[in-house]
Antibody
Framework: EVQLLESGGGLVQPGGSLRLSCAAS????????MNWVRQAPGKGLEWVSA????????YYADSVKGRFTISRDNSKNTLYLQMNSLRAEDTAVYYC??????????WGQGTLVTVSS | SYELTQPPSVSVSPGQTARITCSGD??????AYWYQQKPGQAPVLVIY???ERPSGIPERFSGSSSGTTVTLTISGVQAEDEADYYC??????????FGGGTKLTVL
């Protein structure tokens, strides 16, 4: 069974930075595109970013473009999300999700990011 | 980018059929997917490519598509089906979008 384990969440001040990681196991990580999806407290799901299997192509939601950077290290089976210039509205649980070709076949349990002073 | 519109809530009694709709202009050209999310848990895929059911998902879950609307149908609803349900699709630029979610209440 696919395993995805997010880490790196926590409390950060507005304008600060944080890097999330997602450790993948039990599948051939380097063969799949990967995504970050977030969910603000009591709100719905919001797709954040995607990266192709090779890492050569990246995609972002307009709400994070220019502030967040997605990347991956296929030798370490790990996905990353570098988040800069954080805002209160970035407060959310961040999930990593395995892309099966336009949709999310497996999800991690999420890591909470709180942006507050 | 476009939007996917879902009703905020749907209520049904146990054993009845629940239908949750999702509307969007791009749905005739793009597949839709459905996720179930229970409180405190990560979402789970229940329908892919409009009407396909992943292994392990009960047969009472089905999906259909007609024009700009896709529908998730849960036949013979059980108490354990009470959850939030989200539709999802993609646009032509390779980005993804979710509907606002529908809270299914089993009365």
């Amino acid at each position: 069974e696919v395993q995805l384990l997010e880490s790196g969440g926590g409390l950060v001040q507005p304008g600060g930075s944080l890097r999330l990681s997602c450790a993948a196991s039990r599948f051939t990580f380097g063969s799949y595109a990967m995504n970050w999806v977030r969910q603000a407290p009591g709100k719905g799901l919001e797709w954040v970013s995607a990266v192709s299997a090779s890492g050569g192509n990246t995609y972002y939601a307009d709400s994070v473009k220019g502030r967040f950077t997605i990347s991956r290290d296929n030798s370490k089976n790990t996905l990353y999300l570098q988040m800069n210039s954080l805002r209160a509205e970035d407060t959310a649980v961040y999930y990593c999700a395995k892309d099966l070709g336009g949709y999310f076949g497996s999800w991690g349990q999420g890591t909470l990011v709180t942006v507050s002073s | 980018s476009y939007e996917l519109t879902q009703p905020p809530s749907v209520s049904v009694s146990p054993g009845q059929t629940a239908r949750i709709t999702c509307s969007g202009d791009a749905l005739p050209k793009q597949y839709a997917y459905w996720y179930q999310q229970k409180p405190g848990q990560a979402p789970v895929l229940v329908i892919y490519k409009d009407s396909e059911r992943p292994s392990g998902i009960p047969e009472r879950f089905s999906g259909s598509s007609s024009g700009t609307t896709v529908t998730l149908t849960i036949s013979g609803v059980q108490a354990e089906d009470e959850a939030d349900y989200y539709c999802q699709s993609a646009d032509s630029s390779g980005t993804y979008i979710f509907g606002g979610g529908t809270k299914l209440t089993v009365l």
